[in-house]
Nanobody, 119 residues
């Protein structure tokens, strides 16, 4: 069973930092792009940052310069270092992975981790 296990969410004051982790397991194949998305209450899920297997990254404009995504391919794990957090960053953060598991491409989502930034 393909799974993504997230950790690291919690409560932090504005201006503070948090680090999220996401470990993939049960994916018997090649993991391509992995990333983080977030969902505000009553809103659609939106991109935060993604990283390819080769290390190329892409960020949403509203987190550029504050968030950093990184990846450890040996551990099938990605991280999201979040600095200078703002109350508007409060959301449920989801890990996502695209992989090739013969004979098909799959997409896997984590269960989500809540990040709350107090003012």
């Amino acid at each position: 069973q393909e799974q993504l296990l997230e950790s690291g969410g919690g409560l932090v004051q504005a201006g503070g930092s948090l680090r999220l982790s996401c470990a993939a397991s049960g994916i018997i194949g090649t993991i391509n792009t992995m990333g983080w998305y977030r969902q505000f209450a009553g809103k659609q899920r939106e991109l935060v940052a993604v990283v390819t297997s080769g290390g190329t990254t892409n960020y949403a404009d509203h987190v550029k310069g504050r968030f950093t995504i990184s990846r450890d391919n040996a551990k099938n794990t990605i991280y999201l270092e979040m600095n200078s957090l703002r109350p508007e960053d409060t959301a449920v953060y989801y890990c996502n992975a695209h992989a090739y598991v013969f004979p098909r491409y799959i997409e896997v989502w984590g269960q989500g981790t809540l990040v709350t930034v107090s003012s």
